[in-house]
């Protein structure tokens, strides 16, 4: 059999492509070998809402649509006028809705729906970021014209830093169930390798009904809130 001739480039070439080839699979199987454990963390913090914001409205009602919608205009200018003297801010005061419907009375003879008359209806969304005069604030609402009252939410205002917090508590509730694993398992805990946040829960705005409205300040109980977060995380172990 005659022999290849020898061609030096071609070797020294394919003796570097193994060279190159070998730290890959020592790592692959580094990697694959390379013991862990995944936990789970929870972290809570609870805060007191700071802010509320109150549904308000005024409904009046005529024989005429515009007789009604015109006493409604009267009527939310003054309410508004009350709600900027109490020290609230135009930034504050949002428009929600505002509806023109007739109002039906008992059919006619032959069945057709019967128009007694129409309502207006306009509400206004308020914005308090002083709770300690919530209450008074309700009572001028009501003496200025308002005669809708949908209820009071209250809310966190500044919730990224509960969270931020809550994330905190929940690395460390993490840790701290990794490190029991790896002492039971008599090894020591080592680098992260991985952490995915899982669920927020950030309640809304709690909403809180009027007990009553009266010349004294309506009585209003804000409560607590609990902010929530999960978190899985993936620690090497030595």
């Given at each position: 059999m005659k022999?290849?001739?020898?061609?030096?480039?071609l070797?020294?070439?394919?003796?570097?492509?193994?060279?190159?080839?070998?730290?890959a699979?020592a790592?692959?199987?580094?990697?694959?070998?390379?013991r862990?454990?995944?936990?789970?963390?929870?972290?809570?913090?609870?805060a007191?809402?700071d802010?509320?914001?109150v549904?308000?409205?005024?409904?009046?009602?005529?024989?005429?649509?515009g007789?009604?919608?015109?006493?409604?205009?009267?009527?939310?200018?003054?309410?508004l006028?009350?709600?900027?003297?109490?020290g609230?801010?135009?930034?504050?005061?949002q428009?929600?809705?505002?509806?023109?419907?007739?109002?039906?009375?008992r059919?006619?003879?032959?069945?057709?729906?019967?128009?007694?008359?129409?309502?207006?209806?306009?509400?206004?969304?308020?914005?308090v970021?002083?709770?300690?005069?919530?209450?008074?604030l309700l009572?001028?609402?009501?003496?200025?014209?308002?005669?809708?009252?949908?209820g009071?939410?209250?809310?966190?205002?500044?919730?990224e830093?509960?969270?931020?917090?809550?994330?905190?508590?929940?690395v460390?509730?993490?840790r701290?169930?990794?490190?029991?694993?790896a002492?039971a398992?008599?090894?020591?805990?080592?680098?992260?390798?991985?952490?995915?946040?899982?669920?927020?829960?950030?309640?809304?705005?709690?909403?809180?009904?009027?007990?009553?409205?009266?010349?004294?300040?309506?009585?209003?109980?804000?409560?607590?809130?609990?902010?929530?977060?999960?978190?899985?995380?993936?620690?090497?172990?030595?």
């Amino acid at each position: 059999m005659k022999a290849l001739p020898f061609h030096p480039t071609l070797t020294a070439v394919a003796v570097l492509a193994a060279l190159a080839a070998a730290p890959a699979l020592a790592a692959d199987s580094d990697s694959r070998l390379e013991r862990t454990v995944s936990v789970s963390g929870t972290g809570e913090v609870t805060a007191i809402p700071d802010t509320a914001s109150v549904s308000v409205g005024v409904v009046t009602e005529d024989s005429e649509a515009g007789k009604a919608v015109h006493q409604n205009n009267q009527q939310v200018e003054e309410l508004l006028k009350a709600i900027r003297r109490a020290g609230i801010g135009n930034q504050d005061i949002q428009t929600q809705s505002f509806s023109v419907s007739p109002r039906y009375g008992r059919p006619q003879p032959n069945g057709s729906p019967r128009i007694e008359g129409y309502r207006a209806a306009n509400t206004v969304s308020v914005r308090v970021r002083n709770l300690k005069n919530l209450g008074k604030l309700l009572d001028t609402m009501i003496e200025s014209g308002a005669n809708q009252m949908n209820g009071v939410r209250f809310f966190v205002d500044q919730t990224e830093k509960l969270l931020d917090e809550a994330r905190r508590r929940a690395v460390a509730d993490a840790r701290r169930k990794a490190q029991l694993y790896a002492g039971a398992a008599d090894v020591r805990l080592g680098r992260v390798i991985e952490i995915s946040e899982g669920a927020i829960a950030a309640p809304g705005p709690v909403l809180r009904t009027l007990s009553r409205a009266s010349a004294e300040s309506v009585p209003i109980a804000q409560g607590e809130q609990t902010l929530r977060v999960s978190v899985s995380v993936t620690y090497a172990l030595e």
